[in-house]
């Protein structure tokens, strides 16, 4: 199996960067996917492979892999943007998804 | 803009079929997409719990394979989960999504989800 690391929270000031890692061995020759889910929501997808913002998904989501770290980072961050988020890869023959991590705008 | 709708029983009783309909609308199911059910239990993160494609090619989680069947309804433009013998550990969210598959899957559009309880 293959697992993926995320801290389970991460705090950023209003209007300032966010940054949120996911560790996974060699993760960076994977394509890393990223979903904000807040609650009773469903998930919603803010980053795909690795760099791509689906249309409607603010300029300040932004994603970066390499290594055996990638990283969903947001910019100018909003009350808005808290969340929870989950990274998530294909390996080998099964979908993986992270533990999620608590975004809280302070 | 494609839309997906979850339906079936919200409480099952323990040791039976748990089964899920997921209709698609604004999309064809007949594409180059996947479908998948995804779900959560409550407070935790998302499983995975495997994919179709409109051939009915499926792709199964390994730690559910045994208990479970997705199938399609192209005339209806639908999918459906079928996991058999459920336990309290089955209680969760469920999702439908239908899944891009360039390279890598992911979960583009999701349904709503809907809450099943396993539960005498």
């Known amino acids: 199996s293959y697992d993926l690391t995320q801290p389970l929270s991460v705090s950023v000031a209003l209007g300032q960067t966010a940054s949120i890692t996911c560790g996974g061995n060699?993760?960076?020759?994977?394509?890393v996917h990223w979903y904000q889910q807040k609650p009773g929501q469903a998930p919603v997808l803010v980053i795909y492979r690795d760099n791509n913002r689906p249309s409607g998904i603010p300029e300040r989501f932004s994603g970066s892999n390499s290594g055996n770290t990638a990283t969903l980072t947001i910019s100018r961050a909003q009350a808005g943007d808290e969340a929870d988020y989950f990274c998530?890869?294909?390996?080998?023959?099964?979908?993986?998804f992270g533990g999620g991590t608590k975004l809280t705008v302070l | 803009q494609v839309q997906l709708q979850e339906s079936g029983p919200g409480l099952v009783k323990p040791s039976e079929p748990l089964s899920l309909t997921c209709a698609v609308s604004g999309y064809s199911i007949i594409s180059d997409y996947y479908w998948g059910w995804v779900r959560q239990p409550p407070g935790q993160g998302p499983e995975w719990i495997g994919n179709i494609d409109h051939n009915g090619n499926t792709y199964y989680n390994p730690s559910l394979k045994s208990r479970l069947t997705i199938s399609v309804d192209t005339s209806k433009n639908q999918f459906s989960l079928k996991l058999s013998s459920v336990s309290a550990a089955d209680t969760a969210v469920y999702y439908c999504?239908?899944?891009?598959?360039?390279?890598?899957?992911?979960?583009?559009?999701w349904g709503q989800g809907t809450l099943v309880t396993v539960s005498s």
């Open positions: 060699t993760i960076g020759s994977k394509n």
């Open positions: 998530q890869v294909w390996h080998s023959i099964a979908v993986v």
């Open positions: 999504a239908r899944v891009a598959t360039v390279h890598t899957y992911y979960f583009d559009s």
